[in-house]
């Protein structure tokens, strides 16, 4: 068990809501619309609503438990579970998250590759993309909030562009409302929730916030705007595609930026894409690092070390996942392995450890 | 040293190994517009406007084409590389011309092609050609000194004030939307020009009927709003022309989903430019004309929207409009019901000005 972070390496409570908004808007934004259409219709934007009203009690949940624990989520599985039991969890919980770091990186590699350059190489694309994270990583935990405070930024005016559809908008696609069932719904609202996985960093870096409960707010409200960044995400798509033409859409997003045409630029899409690359590395910087911290948890390996070897096996990893079908399986098995971190493992661990501290009153 | 090595090593990897194709300017050769004819079964010939810029200063662009015929558009695309002399490029593709024969036959291996490749933009103008698209696309217009630059404005520019805005993506989302038919502007090769003809019509991916220049500017009035163009009546033995200041529709559904109304109701607001030989200096006088102009639209109206339930495409996406308004629309009856729905057209004039002269 590791001592807790000195106070010249954490970061102020409000930077919550940036790390939580950061993580949440990912690549997946680029193409979730089609997941939830192919469910719930044109009342997909309603899956969206309900399915960030299910985030935000996560989130809740995510904090208890650190709050409660007061040490990141290694700590407090030893705690709970023992040694053994609690440092396999904490060993397969780091395994999930590598596993995003990878699919991210892949998800990435291959907009690249259809959108830009068929013919980079995917080592080739992820190398760079490894040097890149490892310069920030190295950097530490503090760069990489200041790369999520940036990313941000530069989200905000790329949603600007949402209002060139909007000119050859059919209001009639929405209508009428609440025409699927709601079990239908309810299963877009499921798709819908792991797109909104990211917060789980939490988990791992709540010991770096100061005064860790006021970030609780602060990162409430970061989930709370990342929800309406899909909704009007979804809202635009919905209104601009018809439901057939959105089926079959992989990256709704990036057709609608091919409309947005400035006098001095013409096709806004390949400025998009390069873009957004800063949009998802503080994804791949926050995972890897919550990664290398539960390896130094468990095994005292130092993070600079560790880091090398989890770079080279995403790289390695990533080149073998070769064409677009293997990655949508790849990314469709992440997402039932995320729908049960968030909505089974997260509320069993909030609720034994709130039983497991009733018992240890009580003795 | 160590770290030095490491990052030397890194970055020769790095420059070895990238192998991205490159497209400098002065090395292709863009393609501006693309035109395809039927052949025969399902071979298509293509044909290519790129204009070519010589070297040196102030030089004027020549037209250059190429013709190659194939099966699929991609394969066509390597034919023309036979031929050229620089890579060409087609991330400026501005217009894209389909024949009349081919769309007879469906366009889908076109569009769906332009669809799913990433090297274009969403809003290139498609149009049907009355004709070959070869001569069309190969021929010299005295008008106008570059074919491609001729091409897409008319397409972007001009037609725009008298014909619905169309383009690749209202195309694909017509075409694979639900209760809707796509149409696209019609043009032809007459007298050294290329002229606007009229709307051509497709049911699902295959042309079958066009509208004329004149129905074609009444389908926009129910189609959308805007605000250009002219109105010709006949006014008792002389005609007036009014120009089109503010036209608004609106679509209102009625009925049960079995049996829907659909209301249209368009509003006028217009301003007198030719009136020789009427008198317009009371209300009461400008009333008349204005009831006039109400009837012949309505007339016309009435008229195109039969013409396209006879001919059973839903350009107008009444189908949708309908779809939006019933919970539960059952949306496999629609093809069938479509023709005999009642459709009510509800037209109101106003006359604004009639110039500077009484």
């Known amino acids: 068990m590791l001592p807790l972070p000195s106070e010249d390496k954490k970061v102020s409570p409000y930077l919550a809501f940036y790390i939580i908004n950061s993580m949440q808007i990912g690549i997946v934004v680029l193409s979730f619309e089609r997941f939830l259409v192919k469910e719930a219709g044109q009342d997909a934007w309603i899956s969206v609503l309900i399915a960030g009203v299910a985030t935000h009690i996560i989130l809740w949940m995510t904090f208890q438990i650190t709050i409660k624990g007061e040490n990141d989520i290694a700590v407090i599985h030893k705690d709970l579970f023992g040694k053994w039991i609690g440092g396999l969890l904490t060993l397969l919980l780091i395994t999930y998250l590598m596993t995003l770091f990878i699919m991210i990186m892949r998800a990435y590699i291959d907009v690249i590759q259809v959108w830009m350059f068929p013919h980079l190489q ?68 499921k798709k819908m929730s792991v797109i909104f996985s990211g917060f789980e960093v939490v988990l791992f870096c709540y010991p770096f916030f100061k005064q860790g409960i006021r970030a609780h707010k602060w990162a ?15 809202l635009v798509s919905l209104l601009y595609f018809s439901e057939g033409q959105l089926e079959k859409t992989l990256w709704p997003t990036l057709t609608l930026w091919k409309i947005v045409d400035f006098p001095f630029l013409e096709r806004f899409e390949y400025a998009g894409i390069a873009i957004w690359l ?23 390996i130092k993070q600079k070390k560790s880091i090398l070897f989890l770079l080279l096996l ?47 009153k009580n003795k | 040293m160590r770290t030095f ?28 517009a693309i035109g395809y004819d039927y052949m025969e079964d399902d071979t298509m010939r293509g044909t290519v406007a790129a204009p070519f810029y010589p070297q040196g ?68 103008k498609l149009a049907v050609v009355d004709g070959s698209t070869k001569k069309l696309l190969t021929s010299n217009y005295p008008n106008a000194q570059n074919l491609s630059r ?3 404005d008319l397409l972007e520019e001009s037609i725009v004030r008298m014909a619905p805005n169309t383009g690749l993506h209202s195309f694909l989302s017509q075409m694979e939307g639900f209760g809707q038919d796509p149409f696209l502007p019609l043009l032809k090769r007459e007298h050294d020009h290329i002229h606007y003809v009229g709307l051509a019509l497709f049911k699902d991916e295959k042309y079958v009927d066009s509208l004329s220049f004149r129905e074609g500017y009444i389908f926009k009035m129910l189609y959308e709003n805007f605000k250009y163009g002219i109105y010709e009546i006949k006014y008792k033995d002389t005609y007036i022309s009014i120009e089109n200041l503010r036209s608004k529709v609106k679509y209102n559904i009625s009925g049960s989903s079995t049996r829907p109304v659909v209301t249209i109701h368009v509003s006028l607001e217009g301003k007198v430019q030719d009136a020789y030989g009427v008198p317009l200096h009371t209300q009461k006088r400008i009333r008349k004309v204005e009831v006039e102009w109400e009837k012949e639209t309505l007339e016309k109206a009435e008229k195109l929207v039969r013409k396209l339930q006879d001919i059973g495409t839903d350009s107008l996406g009444i189908g949708e409009k ?37």
């Open chain 2, 57 to 124: 200063q102030d030089v004027k662009p020549i037209n250059a084409s190429f013709t190659a015929s194939g099966h699929t558009i991609h394969s066509i695309r390597q034919q023309f590389q036979r031929e050229a002399q620089r890579k060409l490029a087609s991330g400026r593709l501005q217009s894209i011309l389909v024949n009349k024969d081919l769309a007879e036959r469906g366009v889908k291996k076109v569009v769906d092609s332009f669809g799913r490749t990433t090297f274009i933009g969403r809003d290139t």
């Open chain 1, 122 to 189: 995917t080592w080739y694309m992820a190398f760079v993309l490894a040097i890149l994270v490892y310069l920030y990583f190295t950097g530490g935990f503090r760069v990489m909030v200041g790369l999520c405070v940036l990313s941000f930024m530069l989200t905000i005016p790329l949603l600007m562009l949402k209002a060139f559809p909007l000119k050859s908008a059919h209001l009639s696609y929405l209508l009428p409302v609440m025409e699927h069932s709601p079990a239908e719904i309810l299963s877009g609202a």
């Open chain 2, 150 to 152: 001729y091409l897409s």
């Open chain 1, 314 to 360: 995403a790289i390695i990893a990533s080149s073998f996942i070769t064409d677009g079908v293997q990655i949508r399986n790849f990314s469709a098995t992440i997402d039932r392995i995320s729908f049960f971190i968030l909505f089974a493992y997260i509320p069993f661990i909030y609720l034994y450890q709130w039983i497991w501290q009733k018992v240890r």
């Open chain 1, 220 to 234: 409430q409200l970061g989930a709370a705007f990342t929800t309406s960044v899909y909704l009007a995400a979804v």
């Open chain 1, 278 to 300: 800063f949009v998802m590395l503080p994804n791949l910087c926050l995972y890897i690092w919550a990664v290398t911290r539960g390896l130094k948890q468990l095994f005292s």
């Open chain 2, 322 to 358: 309908v779809r939006s308004h019933f919970r539960h629309f059952n949306k496999s009856s629609w093809e069938s019901l479509y023709p005999d729905v009642q459709v009510r057209i509800k037209i109101k004039t106003n006359i604004i000005n009639t110039g500077i002269v009484e």
């Open chain 2, 5 to 32: 090595l490491i990052w030397v090593t890194i970055a020769i990897i790095l420059v070895l190994n990238y192998n991205i194709e490159r497209y400098v300017l002065e090395d292709i050769q863009i393609i501006t």
